[in-house]
């Protein structure tokens, strides 16, 4: 179970970015992601009725709550405290998200062999995105797909994507395997155990890139 992610910024010289730490519930679920930089914290309620409510705030925002009911697991319908029509979802026959209307921008999901290929957005195709599929399976206790969406500067990327929805696993099924969006290089390397040390994602056109490094709940081995 992954507990901590060390994340370093890598442009002329390696820089110490900040730190995320997950904590789980008694069933594996997120209850709180607390960054420390940029600052952030989210905090996760489940109720016994299908209820799922979630609060975010950062630095440069004030506290916004997120309410679903899920249904099989997944949610239909995102109220935001900050705004007054809600996000809606659509999925496939297999549980994949496939549209989420987000207040009049639409995004499209392209699945492929149970891994997400693509995003298409209508209007404007703002965050279209296009993904590789690695070898390497997506089957930690977090989706570490959604660690990308943390770092790109989209305007209101990760709410427009509702990156912490996805980190509580509440919008449909995950990918089976780490995807690499083409925007990016990406980097690998694995403990002795054989589980990932770290992710390092490089690109844009001043060829910037963050590592991200990942401690564990049964952690003996020392992460520099």
Known sequence: MITGIKVHKISDVITYQGMISLTYDNNKRLTRIYSSSPLAAVNYTYKENSEVSYTYSTENSPLVEISTSLENGRSYVCKFSNRENPVTYSYDNEGYLKSCNNNGTVL???????????????????????????????????????????????????????????MAEILGKRSANILEDTYYIYDYSFRQDGRLKDMTLMGGSENIGYSFRFSYADDTEVSE
């Open 108 to 166: 499209e999901y392209n699945w492929e062999s149970g891994n997400l290929s693509s995003i298409t957005t209508t209007p404007r195709g703002t965050y279209n995105s296009d993904y590789r599929v690695s070898n390497i399976a997506n089957d930690y206790s977090l989706d570490l797909n959604t660690l990308a969406q943390w770092i790109d500067d989209r305007e209101n990327y990760t709410t427009v994507m509702n990156t912490f929805g996805q």
